[in-house]
């Protein structure tokens, strides 16, 4: 059964902090690995890792996938109250589309 | 990025009655729509997959005669509480996928309906 496990499933840390999220998967035919960033409403897309070992970077986030170990990290650096959200990871197949989604990591950034 | 609206953003009804969502792509053609479902304090849970005119693939322990979905066209997807209760209270959220087949899958969100039932 295909499963994105994700951790810690939460997280609170002091402002100018760095944080690293953790997803690892299994998941057949994979396609993608996908993160957001979910507030009080809907996810918002941050990332989206098809190949291993290349980071990519956002401002203050940055996320690199390992194909073979089947993970990715997340990272936040000098972290900000705004931070504060639920990330989520998801892993997308190739043979429907669909995306499998983690329970998410809850980060409380406090001033 | 590509836009996708939900509407209603919140309803509240009392338990027996049906409620319908509807969820459009404003500017692009979503080929694919999925309907999620979130309950506090747990992730996203994929209810639905529906491709535009065909009937929509519903996922293991999700009763297609409760929850009606329709395709009918590449902007707009809708879903229908029929009957609701009160364990149908949560948060509902579509995303919308501009390639068929699967090829893509970077999913556009709305913005979620908060449902209650009373």
């Known amino acids: 059964e295909d499963k994105v496990v994700q951790s810690p499933l939460s997280l609170v840390v002091h402002e100018g902090d760095t944080v690293t999220l953790n997803c690892s998967y299994e998941?057949?035919?994979?396609?993608?690995l996908l993160w957001y960033k979910q507030e009080k409403k809907a996810p918002t897309f941050l990332f989206m890792l098809t190949s291993s070992g290349i980071e990519k970077k956002s401002g203050r986030l940055s996320s690199i996938l390992d194909k073979k170990e089947l993970f990715s990290i997340l990272n936040i650096t000098a972290t900000q109250t705004g931070d504060s959200a639920i990330y989520l990871c998801?892993?997308?197949?190739?043979?429907?589309?669909?995306?499998?989604f983690g329970q998410g990591t809850t980060l409380q950034v406090k001033p | 990025g590509a836009v996708v609206s939900q509407h209603p953003s919140r309803v509240i009804c009392k338990s027996g009655t049906s409620v319908k969502i509807e969820c459009r792509s404003l500017?692009?053609?979503?080929?694919?729509m999925f309907w999620y479902r979130q309950f506090p304090k747990q992730s996203l849970m994929l209810m639905a997959t529906?491709?535009?005119?065909?009937?929509?693939?519903?996922e293991q322990g999700v009763e297609k005669d409760k929850f009606l979905i329709n395709h009918a066209s590449l902007t707009l997807s809708t879903l229908t509480v029929t009957s609701a209760h009160p364990e149908d209270s949560s948060f509902y959220i579509c995303?919308?996928?501009?390639?068929?087949?699967?090829?893509?899958?970077?999913?556009?969100f709305g913005p979620g309906t908060r449902l209650t039932v009373l």
């Open positions: 995303s919308a996928s501009g390639l068929a087949g699967g090829h893509s899958n970077e999913q556009f």
């Open positions: 500017d692009f053609q979503a080929t694919t």
């Open positions: 529906s491709n535009e005119g065909s009937k929509a693939t519903y």
């Open positions: 998941v057949t035919n994979f396609r993608s």
């Open positions: 998801a892993v997308g197949s190739s043979n429907t589309g669909k995306l499998i």
